[in-house]
Structure formats: C-alpha cells, structure tokens
C-alpha cells in the first residue's frame, strides 16, 4: 500500500498528465482599463453569461472557468488560441451592442482582449484561483464558492445535480430573446437553463478543472493561499492587487518576521510602520484604510503619505 506521501505525488502526476493532454490552456481578459461600470446590474451580469454560454456552444469552443466583473471578463480556455479568440471577439462583438442600447458608448476595440499562454500545473492553478477570486476580493457581499459572477460554484460541488433547470431548445423564442438580445437562434441541444440564464454548467467543462487538482481540499487551499501569485498576475497584468484584511495581515506578519525579527506589529517602531506601508502599498495594492487597519496608523499619517490614495 503506497504512503501518503507517495499517493499523493501520484495523483499530482496524474495531474500532470491530464494537464499535458488537454491543453493549450489560455486565460483571455478584456481590457481592464475602462473606468465606466459597464456590467452594474444583476440582469446585465446575466446577460454577459448568456452570451459566453451561447456562444461557446454555437463555436465549440472549451471554457474552464469565468468571472463577469463590472469593467471587465476574464476567461480561461481549453483550446487553441484561434479558437479562444473567435469566441471572445464574437461575446465582444455582441455585448458592445448590448451596451449601446444602455447608452454605453462601448467599441470592441476599447474592451480588446489579451491573451495569456498557461505553460505549467502551477500556473493553471494560479491563474484558476485568480479568476475566481476576482469578484469575491472585490465585494463583500459575494461568496467565492457561490457566487452569480463567477463558475466558482461548480467546482466539486456535490449539490449540482439538485438544480433544477430546463433545455435551451424548450425555452420560447421570447424568452431567449430576452435572454440574449437577438431574433434568432441555432439549436443548442446540450446548453441548459435556469431562472432566465444559460446554465453554467451545461457549458464550462468543470469536471477538467477539478481534474487538475488532487482533491478538493488542495482545490480550497490553492484558491485561498496562493496571495504571491495572485499578486504577481495582478501586477504583470497592470491591475491592483485586490486583498481582504486577513490577507493583508497575513501579508503584514510574514513581514514582521522576515524584515524586522518580531511577530506583532505593536512590537514595531512608527518608522517601521511607515516602512512596512510603503511595501504594503506599492506591492500589495492595499487601501489607505487597510493599511491603518492592519498597521494601527493614524488615518492623516497615512492619508499623508499617500494622498492620491486617501478618498475613500
């Protein structure tokens, strides 16, 4: 009987290897520096998934995982990049005239897609993590694993098959054209639907996904852990970090330990608060107020220090 350790190097080979033969893997964003709120409303956020699902059906195209912000997409693809891009230009396309309609002067070239080649285990796993924290870091009120904006709820979750949902080919021609905004339609046996939005899981192949994690547990952990990396894909992607308070505390105690040699931030000076708001900041994107949260700051010593910061 094999050890622990040895099981569990195996199913990280297994890992491997499904990643090796399912691939190329792409994580495809549109641009996120559009400042105007472009998906505000729960039914424009519906909108956005009935057009990702619709459209990977129509183009056979592979999806993994997705979440819908307010300004911006993100995607990650399991097919090639010609694929990938036929489906991101064609959802593009189509939400752009949604968004006129809206009074939203929108072009595709202005929410353009770019595009990031996945080479490792480790990266799918990272970028995966980034997607679907995206909009849970950036709101409070939205759960990691259940959230409306994300395919986040999917993933080993053994309450899918409870959902009750109906065909995309049984829905009255009203309703998909409310749904998606259009007057006709192509057969899509297999795209299913719930509550007025394109099911997503009848189009994101989760099961791949889940696949490419030993088990749940590492699945959890490697969504909620991985603050480096999600960091460092902010960053090469020109975004700002988005961190909660526990992770920027988690953040501050390692560097109370590695730069200053003491494990609480009372046992710090004021200029190696000062110091340590610095990093917090320009590495870690933190918020004027969660570096006086997590530092004890007084809010004109750090509004001070960065003023461009200090609105709330």
């Known amino acids: 009987?094999?050890?622990?350790l040895a099981s569990e190097r195996n199913r990280e080979f297994l890992c491997e290897s499904i990643f090796n033969r399912e691939g190329p893997f792409f994580h495809v964003?549109?641009?996120?520096?559009?400042t105007e709120v472009l998906f505000g409303a729960i039914e424009d956020i519906r909108f956005v998934i009935n057009v990702i699902g619709y459209y990977s059906y129509i183009?056979?195209?592979r999806i993994v995982a997705f979440a819908v912000m307010s300004t911006h997409i993100h995607i990650l693809y399991a097919d090639s990049k010609n694929k990938a891009?036929?489906?991101i230009c064609s959802s593009i396309?189509?939400?752009c005239k949604y968004l006129r309609t809206k009074g939203i002067d929108a072009l595709s070239s202005s929410i353009a897609p770019s595009f990031v080649g996945i080479s490792s285990l480790k990266q799918f796993r990272d970028e995966l993590a980034y997607i679907l924290r995206n909009p849970f870091v950036a709101r409070s009120d939205v759960n990691l694993f259940s959230s409306p904006y994300t395919s986040g709820y999917l993933y080993f979750n053994s309450q899918l098959d409870s959902l009750v949902s109906e065909p995309f080919d049984s829905v009255t021609i009203r309703r998909k054209?409310?749904?998606?905004?259009q007057r006709d339609f192509l057969p899509c046996p297999g795209l299913r639907v719930r509550n007025g939005t394109v099911e997503p899981e009848s189009f994101v192949d989760y099961k791949l996904a889940?696949?490419?994690?030993?088990?749940?547990?590492?699945y959890v952990m490697?969504?909620?852990?991985?603050?480096e990396s999600q960091v460092e894909i902010a960053r090469s992607r020109g975004e700002n970090p988005l961190l909660n308070d526990d992770e920027v505390l988690s953040i501050v105690f390692r560097l109370c330990r590695e730069s200053f040699g003491v494990d609480k931030v009372r046992m710090l000076t004021t200029l190696q608060r000062q110091e340590l708001a610095q990093t917090l900041k320009r590495h870690y994107g933190a918020s004027n107020k969660q570096i006086m949260r997590c530092l004890s700051l007084p809010p004109e010593t750090v509004d001070a220090m960065f003023p461009l910061s200090s609105r709330p």
């Open 1 to 4: 009987m094999d050890s622990p």
């Open 177 to 181: 054209r409310e749904m998606l905004k």
């Open 222 to 227: 490697w969504m909620m852990k991985s603050l």
């Open 29 to 34: 964003y549109t641009s996120h520096s559009v």
């Open 210 to 218: 889940e696949s490419l994690f030993p088990d749940a547990r590492k």
């Open 93 to 95: 396309d189509k939400l």
């Open 85 to 87: 891009s036929e489906h």
């Open 59 to 61: 183009l056979k195209v």
